[in-house]
């Protein structure tokens, strides 16, 4: 069954904003850290930003640091990734992804994957 489902995903240009949401349906979804990693063609998936179970701990990767902003709220079961300041290499396919530990996930060791949402930021 489909458990992590993102969504807000789309175009905008440079400059701009999006806010990606990602509904959990793990009943532990409030013991799990959650990520999103993200994927342009061609390249390989890159960490983006991490949140600890409690939301207490936040980790970005220095390209988006500064810029895109990781929250969650658990009684809604739900991870946000508001993105701001948005430029060209930003765009990519993004996955929200949940695991043990805000590490652990950062490590890629997940125990549940999103089927990703693709945001597009033209110049």
């Known amino acids: 069954q489909v458990q992590l489902v993102e969504s807000g995903g789309g175009w905008v240009q440079a400059g701009g904003s999006l806010r990606l949401s990602c509904a959990a349906s793990i009943p532990t979804f409030s013991s799990q850290a959650t990520v999103w990693f993200r994927q342009a063609p061609g390249k390989e998936r890159e960490f983006v930003a991490a949140i600890s179970s409690s939301g207490g701990i936040t980790k970005y990767a220095d390209s988006v640091k500064g810029r895109f902003t990781i929250s969650r709220d658990n009684a809604r079961s739900t991870v946000y990734l508001q993105m701001n300041s948005l430029k060209p290499e930003d765009t990519a396919t993004y996955y929200c992804?949940?695991?043990?530990?805000?590490?652990?996930?950062?490590?890629?060791?997940?125990?549940?994957w999103g089927q990703g949402t693709q945001v597009t930021v033209s110049s």
């Open positions: 992804a949940a695991g043990d530990t805000t590490a652990r996930v950062m490590g890629a060791l997940i125990n549940y």
